[in-house]
């Protein structure tokens, strides 16, 4: 009878170590949401994050992902991160500035030359300052920023070769101030639509044009809605990868280390992506019946200049920063 209690005893211990064992090996796991279709490159590229940081850990951390606004729209996604209901966020980098004043130039029009000069200004001590107020008034930790986007261009159902073409048409927009402000300055009726309802309100007219990057286009098929493509190239952005910071700060240091390091390669992946796409996805267009125009940028530039002041004296963003981004070499 005592040798049964015992082999009871053992295996019921046993049971508990192999719990306890199952318990330590299961994974950190970290939930990320994004705006994009799940075939859009930014989508891709998140697969790629998930699979680098779940392969480097030896599976201690996972990260679950849920493109196309699964989790709700860029806003709602970034105060989810905020307040922890949510650990992660990819999308464009101009979003922060719905709480960082500053990260407001990342919308304006013509601000940066090219893509080295808008890294130029995220790898700056300018930008360090300002991501460092974002951790510690928001608890958003910004995690990568290289994940450098291709240009922003104008799509319309009636040709856009000049500003004048712009004059009173209905113009989707973002749910990002700055970009209201901007097309506004253009002479269109900016309309704030939700990006994944854009496409139907092109199609039901309740826009007549939107902008967006150009490795969107064909994988959202904007152009079946709008078939003209201006590359008008008004916008250099990136996107970027935020973490809630208390989250990341209770990760261990090689598992950060880990996070991090995954989500820049996967941010040069992206950046791979859309150089290629912008030869590939234009003969794909054509072929279906879009039609590209070349137009000169600089009437463009010289219509929103003005509000660079008026936005300054505003306060939309620091004084001065402006101008010590376009002294950046």
């Not at 958003?140 to 073409?165: C, F, G, M, Q, T």
């Not at 309100?201 to 959202?220: N, R």
């Not at 030869?279 to 660079?308: C, H, N, W, Y």
Request: aromatic share 10%; proline share 4%; with cysteine.
């Amino acid at each position: 009878m005592r040798r049964r209690f015992g082999f009871i005893a053992m295996l019921a211990l046993a049971v508990v170590f192999a719990g306890q064992a199952v318990y330590a090996q299961s994974p950190i796991v970290l939930k990320l949401g994004n705006i994009q279709a799940p075939t859009q490159s930014a989508s891709l590229a998140c697969e790629r994050m998930a699979k680098l940081v779940f392969e480097r850990s030896n599976g201690r951390l996972k990260i679950e992902f849920f493109p196309a606004s699964q989790l709700g729209n860029a806003i709602t996604q970034i105060e989810g991160v905020m307040m922890g209901t949510q650990d992660m966020f990819q999308d464009a980098a101009e979003w922060m500035s719905q709480f960082e004043k500053d990260y407001n130039i990342l919308a304006m029009a013509f601000a940066f030359r090219d893509q080295n000069h808008l890294q130029a200004f995220f790898n700056s001590p300018l930008n360090a300052g300002i991501k460092e107020r974002l951790r510690k008034d928001r608890g958003i930790r910004i995690i990568a920023e290289n994940w450098n986007r291709a240009p922003r261009d104008l799509v319309s159902k009636k040709p856009v070769n000049s500003p004048a073409d712009l004059q009173g048409i209905k113009m989707r927009v973002p749910e990002i101030e700055m970009y209201l402000l901007v097309w506004k300055a253009m002479g269109t009726q900016p309309t704030q639509v939700a990006w994944g309802e854009t496409y139907l309100a092109l199609m039901q007219g309740l826009v007549d044009a939107m902008e967006g990057p150009f490795d969107t286009l064909l994988s959202m098929k904007f152009f079946e809605a709008a078939q003209n493509i201006s590359m008008t190239h008004h916008l250099i952005s990136a996107s970027s990868v935020c973490i809630n910071d208390a989250k990341f700060s209770k990760l261990p240091k090689d598992l950060q280390d880990i996070l991090v390091a995954s989500a820049k390669e996967a941010g040069d992946y992206f950046t791979q992506m859309g150089i290629e796409s912008m030869t590939k996805d234009r003969k794909e267009m054509e072929s279906k019946g879009a039609k590209f125009i070349e137009v000169d940028r600089k009437p463009f530039q010289a219509k929103v200049a003005p509000l660079v002041k008026e936005l300054e004296d505003k306060g939309k963003w620091s004084p001065g920063l402006y101008q010590k981004i376009q002294d950046l070499k």
